[in-house]
Every structure is written in structure tokens, then in C-alpha cells.
């Protein structure tokens, strides 16, 4: 009797090397991978919050390249010498600014006050007294928070619906 015989289909072999070389080619079984479903479930929670966080990110950055509701008026006025004179420290200038939202960064804006709150000469030599102050392409100024609709009004450009 052989000392070499195959457990799975009783065929005898003359060597270890040949049961060893059958049990490989015809009786094969895969080892056991022992899976951790806790390492498998934090990378599945890390991925996802990758994924949020951009996401996210994308939407911020869409949304702050997005056009401004004033954009195609604020061009306008610019278009037609329109400027408005203010200073960084002035409240009705902040309101003013906020009326725009994105859109002001296209309104021809001049800065009147120097660091220690002086009025720089670029705006003493306009005799600009009061902030702000709005002056249209017609030489025309309106002093202090103007709305948008009156601004329209004086220079001919149209608001958005």
C-alpha cells in the first residue's frame, strides 16, 4: 500500500512531490482571507467624508464664481463714468456696498480716507464732503445711502428684474 494517496479521490502517488503537485492542479482550494469589517467600514465612512468635502467644496466655489444679481448694472454705470466716492470706516458706505453684493466689485469705486482717516487728495480736490457720494456722467451728485432704483433712475441704466 502507498503511503502517498489523495484524501479527496483515493489515487495513489510513488512520492510526496507528486500528491503535492495533484492536490495543487485538481483539488486546489483558495486559503481563507479573514476580511475586517471594521477596518473595511472606517475606510468606507473616510472615503464618503472625502466625498462630502468636496462636494461641498465645489458647490462653494460655484457658487462664489456665479454672476452677480447687479453684475450687467454695475458694468453700466462704470460704462458711464459713474463713480461712487466713500470710506472704508463709513456704515452707509458698508450698506451701499452691500446693496451690489458680488456686483461691486465692477462699480468705479474711489476710496476717499487715508489709513488715519483724513480725506486723501483725490477726493479733497473733487470736493467731496460727505460719503458716500454718488456723481453721474452728467457732473449730477447724490450725497449719503442711495437705492438702487434711484441710481437707475439718474444715470439711464436698467436694474434687473
Not at 105 to 112: A, K, L, T, V
Request: proline share 4%; charged share 25%; with cysteine.
Amino acid at each position: 500500500m502507498s503511503e502517498h494517496k489523495c484524501k479527496e479521490c483515493g489515487k495513489e502517488f510513488s512520492s510526496k512531490d507528486a500528491l503535492d503537485m495533484h492536490n495543487n492542479s485538481k483539488h486546489y482550494k483558495a486559503p481563507k482571507v479573514k476580511v475586517n469589517k471594521k477596518k473595511i467600514k472606517g475606510w468606507g465612512i473616510f472615503i464618503l467624508i472625502i466625498a462630502l468635502v468636496l462636494l461641498a467644496s465645489y458647490f462653494v466655489v460655484e457658487r462664489q464664481n456665479a454672476p452677480g444679481k447687479y453684475d450687467a448694472f454695475a458694468q453700466c454705470l462704470t460704462e458711464s463714468g459713474v463713480k461712487e466716492y466713500g470710506a472704508f470706516w463709513c456704515p452707509n458706505c458698508q450698506t451701499q456696498k452691500k446693496l451690489f453684493g458680488r456686483s461691486f466689485q465692477y462699480i468705479n469705486y474711489i476710496e476717499c480716507s487715508n489709513p488715519d482717516h483724513s480725506q486723501n487728495e483725490l477726493c479733497s480736490s473733487a470736493k467731496i464732503d460727505a460719503y458716500p457720494t454718488w456723481e453721474f456722467g452728467d457732473g449730477e451728485r447724490v450725497v449719503g445711502l442711495t437705492g438702487l432704483e434711484r441710481i437707475s433712475v439718474i444715470s439711464g441704466c436698467e436694474l434687473p428684474n
